[in-house]
């Protein structure tokens, strides 16, 4: 399994995006908008959807995620960063079997922090790993619609003409 993303937790998005293309020269940030990470569950019980505002952006093969939380109460989101406070929060892996992935880490010593699904019922997961590596880890299936928003990602810098930092995804 190999690392494809790394994401961060920011106080503003916007801000976030200027900030790390000036000092990183990355661009363009993909998203921007805010969306539902829904049928939530956390810590194995159910909990409200989480909202948050994000954009991805390709250096290299990386992919770099910035998230903005917009909603309160439980999470994986919520258990890595109080109000305010900034940081890496999780690296993401995708795996053939969810299930079987799933069950290895927790095997290894970690925690389902919480479970949502995403666009078309696409399960996905953050596993509580910050006693091990300082963070939490996302894992997702091998889906073809994650693979594309990756692949999306890692084509717009050939394509952007430096106008507009963040880029909706419906135009990228």
């Not at 969306?35 to 994000?54: I, M, S």
């Not at 091990?132 to 999306?152: K, S």
Request: charged share 25%; with cysteine; net charge negative.
């Amino acid at each position: 399994m190999e690392i494809v993303q790394v994401c961060y937790m920011v106080k503003n998005l916007e801000q976030a995006c200027e900030n790390m293309h000036r000092l990183l020269g990355v661009g363009p940030f993909l998203g921007g908008i805010e969306f539902d990470l829904a049928n939530h569950k956390y810590r194995g019980e159910p909990a409200r959807p989480v909202t948050l505002k994000g954009a991805f952006v390709q250096s290299g093969e990386l992919n770099i995620e910035l998230l903005e939380l917009k909603s309160e109460g439980p999470s994986a989101f919520h258990d890595m960063y109080l109000p305010g406070e900034e940081g890496i929060h999780h690296v993401a892996m995708f795996c053939v079997d969810y299930e079987q992935r799933k069950a290895e880490l927790v095997a290894r010593g970690c925690t389902v922090a919480s479970e949502f699904t995403f666009g078309d019922g696409i399960q996905i997961g953050y596993i509580d790993a910050r006693h091990i590596l300082g963070h939490m880890i996302e894992i997702y299936p091998d889906d073809p619609t994650i693979h594309d928003m990756y692949r999306i990602a890692r084509e717009a810098p050939s394509r952007w003409g430096g106008q507009n930092l963040i880029v909706p995804w419906e135009d990228a």
